[in-house]
């Protein structure tokens, strides 16, 4: 018996007489007073393990069962889980975050009990938040949340996407804060993590969120209502602000360079204008003290013709013609030189249809499918060109 391992042993015992033999197998398990177990993971001292990862250590043969003890002290005088097993780990199901604790394993046989192994402790890692979202966003601020039921601090990282990344982290003990100080139209990632004494948790995000623009551009912007010395400037708000700014000019004019005008009213009437003569107007909503400090950007450009003179059936200017006025179907313009181009606009502005490449020193305009109403005529020859209205009845 003594060559016999330890553990699981199959013996063949034979029993003879004077005229028998009998053989009987057998299965004899050897063990000796076990070893105390040594331990493996999480390794001693460890730190971030995550709650109730499993615990394990060196598997012994000669162990039929093994007892784990883990324990918020290191002399165990706070058990929160015991367990019996026959396999070389175990997973616990009571750790909570950022938390240490002490285990320990002793093993048993038929022929004894070892002592307990080596303490080892470890400690679980800080809890990361979820859920971040964000609500409430303006063009400077927003709210940004998130779920934790364990810290009770955590830290906001900020990040700008500009051409050039500007980061803000901010510390906080509560899971909602408004993020002020923000800029309008601008995309930014929000990351969160949880502190936790000493240490933290990962950063979880990046929550993406784009702020609006702070002061929205009007739309509808439309011109009515002209005469030969002025127009009516109508538009839709859509923010909350109380002064505008007009800035015109002839058609072509740079802008920046034409006249500019404030106004609070809308619609506001232009004035002072010239008859006969080609606008474009450009307007931007004012939602700061002054213009400059917060505006909305330019719309535009807005074009469109005053009228002149009317209800004469007949105008010559410079040995240049054209009649009747008011016009039913046809009207006739007669020129000193070749006529090379008719264009004809509404009262806004808009071109209606374009007569060209005629060369003669006359021509009509058939007026008989088009609205009763006011029209703006531009008669082009070589190296002149005229401009005036008709009446369609």
Known sequence: MENLDLGANELTVIGNTISKQRKVRLKLNLFENPDKPTLVSPENNALQIIPNSTLVWEADQNAETYTIELATDPGFSNIIEKTTTTENTFTPSQTEFYTSYYWRVKSDNECGISNFSEVFTFKTKCNDPANITITDITYQSATI????????????????????????????????????????????????????ASDFSSWIGPEKFTTPVSCPAPTDFVVDDITFDAANLSWTSNGSETAWELEYGLEGFAPGTGTKVLTSTNPHSLAGLSADTNYEIYLKAICGPNSGDDDSPWVGPLDFVLIGPLGKSEVSIDRFK????????????????????????????????????????????????????????????????????????
Do not use: H, M
């Open 145 to 196: 949340s998130w779920t934790d039921d364990f810290s009770s601090g955590w830290e906001i990282r900020i990040i700008e996407n500009a051409s050039t990344p500007v980061e803000r982290i901010i510390a906080t003990s509560t899971n909602s804060n408004i993020i002020s100080a923000l800029n309008s139209s601008t995309d930014y990632d929000v990351f969160v993590r949880s502190l936790c």
């Open 322 to 393: 054209y009649y009747p006025n008011p016009v039913n179907n046809k009207l006739i313009i007669e020129s000193n030189e070749e006529i090379t181009k008719i264009e004809v606009y509404n009262l806004v502005g808009q071109l209606i249809f374009i007569k060209q490449d005629t060369f003669k020193k006359r021509t009509e305009i058939d007026f008989s499918d088009l609205s009763p109403g006011i029209y703006y005529i531009r008669s082009f020859s070589i190296d002149k060109q005229q401009q005036f209205n008709i009446i369609k009845r």
